[in-house]
């Protein structure tokens, strides 16, 4: 049997993320696993009941593909799954993914994951959609969930500047999970792709959301957290991106937010890099040396570039009645000299004004 | 028989007294008396009313003495409309018309010395006034009639004249005269783009899901709302679009509004009984007269009153004067506004929405986000701006939220087209409906009327959710008047999403509704 008849096979009889059969396909092949589990009395006859043609065909007749190692769209960040240890008893490289949509998986290298909480707040949903325009504009694609919340706020981030985006469902790719976001999972299905580990017609199980969320840190080369609780499945992912060597990042909320508490957990653990928009994720992901960012710093004052006399010299120079030389100095502990040619190199500077009477600030030193 | 007493009615603010005009003609020194605490434009009735008399082609009895009494007399009374039923009982005192005649009948109307009636503004609270009292039967000047007729179960006469009163008394012929001019002159001035307010939908609002769900809150629960932002960010659009999502008024409500507008010479009795309720924006540079009422004589009620079971909406809210600013204080807790003056201290309804919105400083451009902050004002100007914002009256909102400036992702609409107008009043009316329901027996319509103590013992919060809101306030995030809003606003928000009460993820969206926290997205999910 074909490497891709077989895996479709092993597929409808595996659960997703199943370590120890996937680490067995990845190492042996899936013909050769194939033709072992057949000789299994259970599960060999319900592996030969399988008819992986017709599967095919029936999934080809809601629009999915079935992507496998080797395809040329096949995305190799799947691969390090191999080497990383599983998550809560879930692992290895996918047997294959259900793709539906126009979007080639292998367009997802470089791409980032945005993951966060479900009942995210609104603060934390438009940060998210933000990050995920600013990345998107920058050409790279964004992977996420297909929830509530922070998964939601990053595909219509992406959609508003036209970039590439992918949901990973937990769920059969042909399926709409939740329901209420049949409108964002059929604009992927048409614009981007929705991806699942999970064969079709498959159930959104709690557990294959565990499996689901190492396909989102493998198929990304970085993963943002924006808001999670403490109890949060973002927390997961963002465990994988750590497993799985990928960059990853946080946007830290109000110190006091629920909401917020788990991102701050991981930057604080020292896990996640804090970001606080998307022009940083960018500095993180890119190559040393790309979109390298300003250091942020306040305003310039035409004070900072004075020497430190200079300095001395001008706070002693009162605002309104002007003062002498003489009284300055005393003021300031200087010999006069000193304080007259200081006083007139800040006069050239634009700092002090000079009348009859003496020395006064000028207005440029206000500030 | 020289005696003879004739009712009409005195308004004080919107509590209308029924009063007694009794007439005694007998012999003595010739002249006319009026005693029973009656100011100027009253005393002047008596000129009125003889001439009225007189050119009407009726005796009025100028050989002997007329003393009128108006009884309850230590009332003080005011307004032209007091003539018709001083003349009406002078010509019964006199033998001209039955006395029996004017027995639970009231006249209101003022008289010109040809002996026609002038309209006059408040029939509509005094024909209330005098329907409560056990009064079946109105004579009204004619062009507010309709007004009168409001009121059910009450006989309106629109009449023209005195003649023509007489004439009804006596059960004869109704003479001709003239028609009576109509009170204002509202409809003289009309404009295109009038009716604007009508047109706006909330589907054309995008983006903004927080503030749009405060709304919302605010609508069904008639919750007083304070929105802040940047310029630009939809402030205005969106509370314009409040109105749309009120549902019609009901028949009580409508009648209040009526009699408002009655005391404010603007209603308009062909339009029939007001259905939509009211939306009042007056400008920042309004004086504290016209915005909580006032004026001489005869209080006129302010653009609070005005906005009664409806929207006040005061834009670039800490631009209007101070002294405005402290007096909304007493309408958004009460729901009414007294206006005291030396003779008299009268009440008014004042139980709209109030919407107050503000720029984050005096340029409209600071924003706590970093990277897309403009502003050009000093860190002093803004501090006096704030302190301008907050205080007493925020103390008094309900719900405060924070807009941020439109972003590119809020333009995406084929992901989730915005809802509209006509998708959330339906929310809107279902869940004024649990209200009324829940209230029928009491003296309020919406959980934001509802008195604190009777809510906190007859329809109290979980012990958890009390818990959250005992929290807040011993950290001190919360007052105690806060305490008792955020409890009325858990009410409404479980009210919007159909529940029997309000568990703790509705006190959880109430406090941050209260406080400016960020909603959770998923409360805003819950509701539609």
Redesign the interface.
Known sequence: MADRLARVALAKVAEPGNPRLLDLVTDLGAEVVHARLLQHDELGQRLAEIEPERELDAAARQGVRFVVPGDEEWPSGLDDLRSADPVQERGGVPIGLWVRGPLRLSRLEGSLAVVGS?????????LA??L??TVGRAGRAIVSGAA??ID??A???A???GAPTVAVLACGADRVYPA?HQ??ID?LAAQGAVVSETVPGGAPMRVRFLSRNRLIAALSVGTVVVEAALRSGALNTANWATRLNRQLMGVPGPVTSA?SAGVHQVIRSGAATLVT?GEEVLELLGAVGEHVLDQ?RGKDRPRDALSHVQRRVLDAVPVSRSATSRSIARVVGLAVDEVHTTLQALERSGMVECDEDGWRLAALAHD | MPFATAHTVSLHGAVGHLIDVQTDVSPGQVGVTMVGRADTTINEARDRCRMAIINSGLDWPATRRITILLSPADLLKSGTHFDLAVAVSVLAAAGSVPASSLAQTVFIGELTLDGNLRASAGVLPMVMAAAERGVRAVFVPEPQAGEASMVPDMSVVGVRSLSQVVAVLRQEEIPEAPPVAPMSGARLLAWRGQERLDELDLADLLGI??ARFAVEVAAAGGHHLLLSGPKGCGKTSLVERIQGILPDLTRDESLEVSAIRSLAGTLDPGEGFPTRPPFSAPHHDASKASLIGGGFGVVRPGEVSKAHTGVLFLDEFPLFRADVIEALRQPLENGDVTIARRDESVTLPARGMVVLAANPCPCGDYSGD??NNRCTCRETQRRDYRNKVTGPVTDRVDIVRNL?PL???D??T???PAESSAVVRRRVEAARDRQAERYAEESWRLNGHAPGPVLRERWPLTKAGQQAVDKRVYDGKLSRRGATRVHRLAWTVADLRGLEHPGLDEVDTALRLRTG??????M??RAS
């Open positions: 479900r009942s995210s707040t609104t603060d934390g949903a438009d959609a933000d995920a325009a509530y919340g939601h706020a595909h219509r981030g959609i508003t500047v209420k409108q964002l604009h909401q928009s942020p | 899901a927080d970093v990277t941020r972003r590119t992702h333009l995406v084929d992901l989730e926290d960020p909603l959770l997205v998923s805003i999910e």
